[in-house]
T-cell receptor
Framework: EDQVTQSPEALRLQEGESSSLNCSYTVSGLRGLFWYRQDPGKGPEFLFTLYSAGEEKEKERLKATLTKKESFLHITAPKPEDSATYLCAVQAVRGSARQLTFGSGTQLTVLP | DGGITQSPKYLFRKEGQNVTLSCEQNLNHDAMYWYRQDPGQGLRLIYYSQIVNDFQKGDIAEGYSVSREKKESFPLTVTSAQKNPTAFYLC????????????FGSGTRLTVV
């Protein structure tokens, strides 16, 4: 069974205080690891897809990295507008279908 | 602009009622998905469809039903057999192998009254 565990559950940072969010996973036949941002009452917004260990992707203040067992979302010099829940998900093939399994998310609050 | 439209945004259900949540996409994606989100939990897969007129149960399909008569539409019915339907429901679609990510709608919040 595919499993995704995110830590910490909640994180409070001061503006400009860099930190990392963790996503550890167990999956048979990884077909991509996804990071999403979700604001309250809205659907998840796609950030990154990573496919192989060692891969890195960046977008503004966010950088995602991938190893064989976990992924990190690094946030450099965050701003209050970065406050959101960040979701990690792994894509695997079950039968003939690609499916996502999600972690429970990290709720990030950036204080001004 | 292409995207996924979910309606209504808020829905209230009385005990014993069936309700239907709408999901429409104009992205020309073949695969569509329904997820349920509860506070403090990750998204859980209810049903998915890879092609018109075909759909499969996800991890928590009991008490739900779907149809896929058109590529653009994937409605979800929450039946009276679903004992705890209060949740946030999200519809998603995927292009090809998902390299551009899954696109999500803005969600429907269902409350039992």
């Amino acid at each position: 069974e595919d499993q995704v565990t995110q830590s910490p559950e909640a994180l409070r940072l001061q503006e400009g205080e860099s930190s990392s969010l963790n996503c550890s996973y167990t999956v048979s036949g990884l077909r991509g690891l996804f990071w999403y941002r979700q604001d309250p009452g809205k659907g998840p917004e796609f950030l990154f897809t990573l496919y192989s260990a060692g891969e890195e992707k960046e977008k503004e203040r966010l950088k995602a990295t991938l190893t064989k067992k976990e992924s990190f979302l690094h946030i450099t010099a965050p701003k209050p507008e970065d406050s959101a829940t960040y979701l990690c998900a792994v894509q695997a093939v079950r039968g003939s279908a690609r499916q996502l399994t999600f972690g429970s998310g990290t709720q990030l609050t950036v204080l001004p | 602009d292409g995207g996924i439209t979910q309606s209504p945004k808020y829905l209230f259900r009385k005990e014993g009622q069936n309700v239907t949540l709408s999901c429409e996409q104009n992205l020309n994606h073949d695969a569509m998905y329904w997820y349920r989100q509860d506070p403090g939990q990750g998204l859980r897969l209810i049903y998915y469809s890879q092609i018109v007129n075909d759909f499969q149960k996800g991890d928590i399909a009991e008490g739900y039903s779907v149809s896929r008569e058109k590529k653009e539409s994937f409605p979800l019915t929450v039946t009276s057999a679903q004992k705890n339907p209060t949740a946030f429901y999200l519809c998603a679609s995927r292009d090809g192998q998902g390299r551009l990510g899954y696109t999500f709608g803005s969600g429907t919040r269902l409350t039992v009254v």
